[in-house]
Each structure stands twice: as structure tokens, then as C-alpha cells.
């Protein structure tokens, strides 16, 4: 087990210093115009992927980083340069967190490869739980998967929202319905191939923020995929629901679903990724008010503004250090017995959106305009208290966390 620790090792920060570089060098420049465009930023995600950085083999050294900094510190790094773009560079790797926490080793090997391609033909990679009646009350889900013992297939069909790539993706990870009276205890993962009849892209959704990442609702009209498609495979599922009746009999303890267990792992991601933007726009806000005068003087002169900055600086660190502590733990095994994960994005979410609202308050009108990159920030900073469960989400589950009560 690796010591919990504050610093970045030597590797580390070389890794942190050359996505700094390409987030400055090359995101920041195409920031602006990809968010008008609201278009997938191909040029940006090859560009990643030439030097490595949209790779198995990055994102894989990355998340079995010992010290479980690797993911946190690259999200916030890329996000740094910009949410939209960095979103399309890294939104596969919540399909591969899918494979990688509920597949077998032989699918993990078979198919997160598929997700990314390489450097002369780059793939994408869709995780689609969400669905228009179904967000954080997963329970409600609707998508249903029916074993066809005959020719060991399943066949999905339902319609998913919200899914980042969804519909331009080479492969489709799709959470649905085995077994309808369990719940949300009775879901489970499938891939979907490349070129699968069936699956087609329905609307792609304008966005508030976040603009330069793909975002659709994905159909599934009977869908067929092999059984070897099953995450975890099908002895695996058919014992855990197995263990899932039992418990709904004797009214036991709650067993986590396939989408659950992609969100938990991934939860301190999207905290660094709050993170990142949250550090942009405080820069920003602090060179403004360095060398912006008013009344002969600097405003950062002023404790008005001053004392904004400084609370600024302080919930930045509080969030990195709460997204490291749970990245920390999660590579570790230790449990999340306080919920530490939930704590980490909540924290950082809420300061993201918090951070980048003073940043356009220090700029003034300048901040309100598109001519500085913090209204975009702020724009694209919403997402972070909606996606991969709501701030609402995270403190009931905090607070059953902590109380042991089925708090609703």
C-alpha cells in the first residue's frame, strides 16, 4: 500500500508539467472556438493522441498509479486548458472505468483497446445509464436485456440520454435491466459492438456549457450482442442476483449495481476535473486583478477583491485535497466509509461553480463578456453539480453514509 502523501513524486510531476504544456499549447488556443462550434474537436483529440495522451496505455499508467494521484492530477491539468475540449479527450475513459470495474480480464483485453484506436485511426468509447426518466433514480430505468438462451445472446432495447459520444462512439457500454423486481439491484453492463444493428443516435443535446464534447441520447431497437458481451459474464451476474433475492427476502443489506459501482470509481475524477477549471478561472482572476486599475491602483489593492482571491485559493486547495485523499483511498481498497468520494466531487463541484461565479464578479463587465475565457468557465462549470450524480445525490448519500439511515 502506498503512503498517502501531498507531494508528486519526480515522474509525476514531469507527466503534470508536459499536459500542462499541451493544455496551454494546444486546448487553450481552440477553447473558444470549438465551444461556438459545439462540434467534437477531432483535430484536438488526434493532436492528443499522437503525443499519447489520448491512449490505452496513458490512461491505463495513469489509473494504477500506486499513489492514486495519477488520474486526479491529469484531470486537473486538462480541464485546466479547457472543460469541453478535455471532456472529449477523456469522456472514453468512463466507458473503460465500466469494462475495468465489472469486466473479466479477457474483456478488459478484448475491448478497451477498441475505445481509443491508435494514433492514425482514434476511436470513442460511450457509457449510457441515464435515461429520460431515469438520471439519479436509477431505480426507474427502463432499458431492458433478455437472455435468448437459443442463440446465447441478449437483446436490448430502450432509449439512454445524456451520454457523452454517444452515437459517434466505436463502442457502446450500456447499463440495462435483467431482472425488473430487484430493482436497481437487477441491472447489468453490456458492450455493444461497433456497427451493431440496432443502436442509433437520437438527439444530440445544445448545452449550456460543455459545448465542445458530444453529447446525445443513444436508441437501442432490438439490439443483439453475443454473451460474451455480459460484463462479468453470465455465472457472475446469475449469482449476484441470486444473492440480491436473498437479501430482498430477508430484507438485508443493500447490494450495488453495474452503474454504481462506474459512478463510485468515478467520482474523485470528476472532482479533479472541477478542480481544473476552478484553478483557470481563479488565474485568471488574480493576473486581472494584478494589473487592472481603477483609482490609480491595482483592485487587487482592495480587500473587496483581495479578500475574494484568498477564498478562492483556500476552497481550491480544500477540494484537491479531498479528491486526492479518496483517489488515495479507491487505489488503496479502502472503503469510502464516509462516503469520501461523494465528499471529494461534492466539495469540488459546488467550488467550481462558486469560484468561476467570483472570477466573472472580479473581471466586472470584462468577466460578462466572451472576449475572457471566464464566462466559458463559468458556463461549463455547471456540469460538475449535475453529472455522475447531482450534489443533491451526493449529500443523501454522504448522509446515509453516516448515519446508517435510509434517508430519502
Known sequence: MAEFTMELNDEQKEVRDWLHGFAADVIRPAAA??????????????????????????????????????????????????????LSIVGTGLAAVGVLANGTEEQIGTWVPQMYGDANDVKLAAFCSSEPDAGSDVASMRTRAVYDEAKDEWVINGTKTWATNGGIANVHVVVAVVDPELGSKGHASFIVPPNTPGLAQGQKFKKHGIRASHTAEVILDNVRVPGSCLLGGKQKLDERLARARERAKAGGERVKNAAMATFEASRPAVGAMAVGTARAAYEVALDYAMTREQFGRPIIDNQGVAFQLAEMATQIDAARLLVWRASWMAINGKPFTAAEGSMSKLFASETAKKVTAQAIQILGGNGYTREYPVERMHRDSAIYTIFEGTSEIQRLVIARTLSGMPIR
Do not use: N
Open 33 to 86: 472556438e470549438w465551444d461556438e462550434r459545439e462540434e467534437t474537436p477531432w483535430p484536438v483529440i488526434q493532436e492528443a493522441a499522437k503525443v499519447g495522451i489520448y491512449s490505452l496505455d496513458f490512461y491505463a499508467q495513469q489509473y494504477f498509479d500506486p499513489t492514486g494521484l495519477g488520474i486526479p492530477m491529469a484531470m486537473e491539468e486538462l480541464f485546466w486548458g479547457d472543460a469541453g475540449i478535455a
